[in-house]
């Protein structure tokens, strides 16, 4: 029991690193449209009030392009690219707005409302790839983590019920004698079930154990990889960990043991 917790416990962990990667990511991900020169500037502020308006879109941000070319030099300046920045003439950098994304699956909706204004937008960087990979990841990672609870929730329960129904055959005499002298089933059954609830929570108990002394190394090994993303073991994971593994150990032991003894009993 104690393997199958550890591999819930730690398929809980893992499953939330790779939600905050993905989080991360999605946070990343936005819409950068070019405009037109010469565009109005009210119609500039309507469509980016439209597009504020979507509970989808987290920030719009609208960038003039004399904020554009200080940028551009700014940077050719940081790379040392001095020669650059010092050349004048008519600005060829277009406006923008850049469109911050909560949820990259509504991509295509804000390229609709970027492109129903005519004239206004003259182009819109294309990262539909991006975004469509992102969305299929994270949908198929939540059904694999989905299916491998289920199996691991099943294997435990398959043990615990294995488990329980020895120490039945082992006091088998024991049992015949109680049901003679007129016990009920369920006098009988509450022993049993307590001890699966007992086996469950001392299985838990020594996950916890094990989680907890390899959690900091753990956390360390995970930064170091991948620094820049923003996976670790926080209080609140700490806390769903733990009321996940107590929880599932205490109702995985009783329930298996219920069952056990209940298929003895119906005998």
Partial sequence: MVLMLLLLSGLLIVLSGLSAGLSFVQQKVD????????????KITALSLQLEALPEVASVTYTSKDQALAEWRAQQAAQGNSDLVAVTGTNPIPASLNVKLRDPAVYGQVITVLEAPPGVISKIDETQRVVDAIVAITNVLRTIGLAIVVMVALTVLFIVVNTIRMAVMARADEIEIMRLVGASDAFIRWPFIFEGLLVGLLGALITL????????PLSHLTNAIVNEVPIGFDQRLGEQVLVLVLGAGALLGGLGAWISVRTYLIR
């Fill in 31 to 42: 819409v950068q449209a070019y405009l037109n020169d010469g565009v109005a500037p009210q």
């Fill in 209 to 216: 154990a094990l989680l907890s002394l390899g959690a900091a």
